[in-house]
């Protein structure tokens, strides 16, 4: 892969990696067609379902839209449609195995031929399947801890989805690790027009483990409701996210003993410095170029708790490395956000081509210290007028700008890739525990 590419890949995917979030809202996984039935009975069905999958979601049933295709592969097309017509504003499930295909649980309607049918009932997707679910779900029972038996709740009451660590690579692939702080969850879904919109309870921890003090309530909702989510402001802006730490993001890369050997061993950082850069609140904007070697450029701001020279001592190191690696320094002057005084960056580029990337690193006594870093063209001043992260972490996204840029995979859902803008929140659920964060977002069309 070639120094562009990298840079690119570097750029995008930390990124993109926070709208995978949005991803578990909409499950890719793959159908079988064979047949099965099993009766089935409203919440004690749920219990078993959950003892034994990775992800599950509840649909309302809208009759004036065809019945899904995952209805027909099973049913068969006449039944599928007289089923489905029948069941109109009813609420289904849809349950993916530990390992297996999914299972479906359909509503139970008046017009069953048979008492045996009046309740939902469970469409396996083979018997092989029906015979390991009947055995491995005996132990199925109800929810323990008050959170999760509120998510229960919203997956029977309407459109809702739950999921495990199992889930996600999945779904994630390979920078599911990444999503460590989201690992499990549960969100409710509505539709208002053209937004769709989510909220509910992301973990790093099963939600089956919450503490008492743990539950379905927003943090501020009143604030919340009365503050309506904004879109990007500057039509450049593809992507911006502000955090209170920047490990909500990245945290997940330190699971993984090569990628820390390969920053110490290769740019001089070693776990202490990482771990003090993680626990730094953090800006990210990535904006578009209509010229140059690259699509868009992204700009990070990180307030550390290291003391300058610290920190001066953290870039020269990685400094050197990237000289080792053929690339060039040079200093240049950007115009501060007041447009009166200007500051010394650091630009890095290949035998005077375009840049690359950089950092500034202002003179400062304060703690915590700022640092602007960029990727894919010039470093930009820190403004210092721009609000800081607080508790909560908030993402705004273009993602059909990003696609038309090239710059967002095409194996997301046509849901995420058509969207005009894609907005949320995450805030800590309770004040002393930052594994349980209360998340809620839209996704509105163009």
């Known amino acids: 892969m070639g120094l562009a590419k990298r840079l690119r890949w570097v750029a995008v995917h930390p990124l993109t990696s926070s709208a995978l979030l949005l991803l578990i809202v909409f499950p890719l996984v793959r159908l079988s067609a064979p047949e099965w039935r099993e009766s089935a009975g409203g919440p004690a069905t749920l219990h078993r379902l959950l003892a034994v999958s990775d992800l599950l979601q509840s649909y309302r049933v809208q009759a004036k839209q065809p019945p899904p295709q995952r209805w027909q592969q099973r049913l068969g097309t006449e039944e599928a449609s007289r089923l489905w017509t029948a069941s109109d504003g009813s609420i289904w499930w849809t349950a993916w195995l530990n390992g297996g295909s999914a299972v479906l649980l359909l509503p139970a309607t008046a017009s069953n031929r048979s008492s045996e049918q009046s309740m939902p009932r469970l469409v396996f997707a083979d018997p092989g399947q029906a015979s ?58 509505s539709r ?3 937004r769709l919109s989510f909220r509910g309870v992301v973990a790093s921890r099963p939600l089956d483990r919450a503490p008492a003090a743990a539950q379905w309530v927003a943090p501020e909702s009143r604030w919340s409701e009365r503050q309506p989510m904004t879109p990007v402001v500057h039509q450049s802006e593809l992507v911006r996210l502000v955090s209170p730490r920047t490990d909500l993001l990245l945290g997940g890369l330190l699971d993984n003993a090569s990628i820390k050997q390969s920053l110490e061993t290769n740019f001089g950082l070693p776990l202490t410095t990482l771990k ?40 020269s190191r990685v400094g050197h490395a990237l000289e080792e690696r053929g690339l060039e320094r040079r200093i240049e002057d950007v115009i501060n956000p007041d447009g009166r005084s200007a500051s010394p960056a650091v630009v890095w580029s290949r035998a005077g081509g375009a840049s690359l990337g950089g ?44 696609i038309k840029r090239d710059l967002m995979s095409q194996s997301w859902s046509a849901s995420i890739r058509e969207a005009g803008a894609l907005q949320l929140r995450l805030v800590p659920l309770l004040r002393s525990k930052s594994d349980w964060q209360w998340m809620e977002g839209q996704l509105a069309d163009p």
Do not use: Y
């Open 192 to 194: 208002h027009g053209t």
């Open 276 to 315: 003090s850069l993680l626990d730094a609140p953090i800006q990210i904007r990535l904006e578009s170029k209509d010229s140059g070697p690259f699509q868009a450029v992204l700009h990070l701001e990180l307030q550390t708790t290291l003391k300058r020279h610290d920190l001066a001592a953290v870039l």
């Open 359 to 402: 950092w500034i690193l202002p003179p400062s006594k304060d703690s915590p210290q700022g640092v602007s870093l960029s990727v894919g063209g010039p470093p930009l001043p820190l403004d210092r007028t721009s609000s800081s992260a607080g508790r909560e972490l908030t993402l705004s996204v273009r993602p059909a700008d990003l």
């Open 132 to 189: 390991v679910f009947e055995q491995q779900s005996r132990k199925g029972r109800p929810p323990r801890s008050r959170l999760m038996k509120q998510c229960l709740t919203r997956l029977i009451e309407g459109p809702a989805v739950l999921w495990s660590a199992e889930a996600l690579p999945t779904m994630a692939g390979p920078i599911s690790a990444l999503l460590q702080s989201a690992s499990h969850g549960c969100l409710s879904l």
